[in-house]
């Protein structure tokens, strides 16, 4: 069975804890709001939407309707389908839920199998690949409206993402590069933005070498894009 699992936090950093989670699994969906026992800072509300009133009576991941969904759903056979699923997975883990499963990242997916897009957020590939055209059906169809950042629409355009990538990949091989590094061919931002890291590395080694030690909350792929260049191979 495919998973498809989308959350909304307090925020990035180590600290942060599940605030919302939006899940579909064999066309049933489930949303809930969690109480993460610690209070939501206005830039993630800013991006959510979700206030720390809007909290107060929810429950904690370990009492939440969730946290038992996915206790029944998390055994080998299935398969957990996210964009960026590192950081969801990390944020389940928190909350002690290690999935058992195979995992597909329609994120770094996207990245191995579509390395000339100028961009690969959720938002960016919902019009990027025109999912828009065929949205609002499969959304009527759901009985979820259409709500960026909003988990359970989040999780219900990472399916349409995931359909999209099928055509281009099998399953087993979209696991496959779940599990391992993507060598990007460009600099997604910064001052070389859109340029090709190799030639970046030939020309300007230490602005690359500057990204690797400055920013800590680098992506796992651009770190080892940006090493696998300066290191000329």
Request: overall charge negative; aromatic content about 8%; proline content about 4%.
């Amino acid at each position: 069975m495919l998973i498809f699992l989308d959350t909304e936090t307090t925020g990035l950093e180590m600290k942060d804890r599940i605030c919302a989670l939006g899940m579909i699994a064999d066309d049933v969906s489930h949303f809930e709001l969690i109480n993460p026992g610690k209070k939501i800072p206005p830039h993630a509300s800013a991006i959510h939407h979700i206030t720390n009133e809007m909290l107060q009576e929810s429950p904690s991941f370990s009492q939440s309707i969730s946290a038992e969904k996915l206790k029944s759903l998390n055994t080998p056979e299935n398969i957990l389908v996210s964009h960026n699923a590192p950081f969801e997975l990390s944020m389940l883990e928190k909350e002690g839920l290690t999935w058992q499963g195979s995992v597909i990242d329609t994120l770094k997916c996207s990245k191995s199998l579509m390395d000339d897009l100028e961009g690969y957020s959720l938002q960016f590939l919902r019009y990027e690949l025109r999912l828009y055209r065929d949205e609002m059906r499969v959304f009527e169809e759901a009985g979820i409206s259409i709500t960026p950042h909003h988990p359970l629409s989040d999780a219900l355009h990472t399916r349409m993402i995931l359909e999209y990538l099928l055509d281009l990949a099998e399953i087993d091989r979209l696991i496959e590069i779940s599990k391992s590094h993507v060598l990007l061919v460009r600099l997604p931002f910064g001052k070389y933005a859109k340029k090709r890291i190799e030639e970046i590395a030939l020309k300007d080694p230490g602005y690359l070498k500057w990204m690797v030690e400055s920013l800590m909350d680098m992506d796992e792929d651009l770190r080892y894009s940006i090493d696998y260049y300066l290191r000329g191979k």
